[in-house]
């Protein structure tokens, strides 16, 4: 069966620090691999997307980057962090091609920037 | 662009009540909808797929309905128990722009008192 895995579950960073966090999905091959972020109050928000090694999406412009070094590896990073990117973050993988399937989800990483 | 909304954005019931949560989007061309539950501070489970061809899809007491023409599509949970209390997230990627973005609603918070 399927799993996803990121860590950390909790983080507090300071501002101007670099972030990494990870996510990697095993049982499957070639899936499609998403962060999300979930602000206080505020829907879920795509950030980034990939339906291939090395291939990266960007949805919103912002401090954050994406990198899937390896086929079931996919990598949130910041060089800076701001006071803004405070948030839960949330990866999630679906079979590629993804029209009629289902989306699963990591249990999410709450970053605290201070 | 697809916008995804879900009323009430909280819900407070007693134990034992049936109750509806509704999802609708702007965007009918869909693949499927998705719904999933997501307890405080966890990552997402999904719930329910209802296929683009699919009226309806249940699993226990829960029962979804998909009306792509009117862009609804509702949760109806029979029988409520303390344990469904959770935010509930509904899902739909558009077929149009790329089935890899899940565009999701802001969530309706059920609570069930006991």
């Known amino acids: 069966s399927q799993t996803i895995h990121q860590w950390p579950a909790t983080l507090v960073q300071p501002v101007g620090s670099p972030l990494s966090l990870e996510c990697t999905v095993e049982?499957?091959?070639?899936?499609?691999l998403y962060w999300y972020r979930q602000a206080a109050g505020r829907g879920l928000q795509l950030l980034f997307y990939s339906v291939g090694i090395g291939q990266i999406s960007s949805e919103v412009p912002q401090n954050l980057s994406a990198s899937r070094p390896q086929d079931r590896q996919f990598i949130l990073s910041s060089k800076k962090l701001l006071l803004s990117d405070s948030g839960f973050y949330l990866c999630?993988?679906?079979?590629?091609?993804?029209?009629?399937?289902?989306?699963?989800f990591g249990q999410g990483t709450r970053l605290t920037v201070v | 662009k697809q916008e995804v909304t879900q009323i009430p954005a909280a819900l407070s019931v007693p134990e034992g009540e049936n109750l509806v949560l509704n999802c609708s989007f702007t965007d009918s061309a869909i693949y499927n909808l998705q719904w999933f539950r997501q307890d405080p501070g966890k990552g997402l489970t999904s719930l329910l797929l209802i296929q683009s061809s699919q009226r309806e899809q249940t699993s226990g007491r829960l029962n979804a309905s998909l009306d792509k023409s009117s862009g609804r599509s509702t949760l109806y949970i029979a029988a409520s128990q303390p344990g469904d209390s959770a935010t509930y997230l509904c899902?739909?990627?558009?077929?149009?722009?790329?089935?890899?973005?899940?565009?999701f609603g802001k969530g309706t918070k059920l609570t069930v008192n006991p």
């Open positions: 899902a739909a990627p558009p077929s149009r722009g790329g089935s890899e973005k899940l565009v």
């Open positions: 049982g499957t091959s070639n899936p499609n």
């Open positions: 999630a993988w679906s079979p590629n091609p993804a029209m009629n399937t289902e989306a699963f």
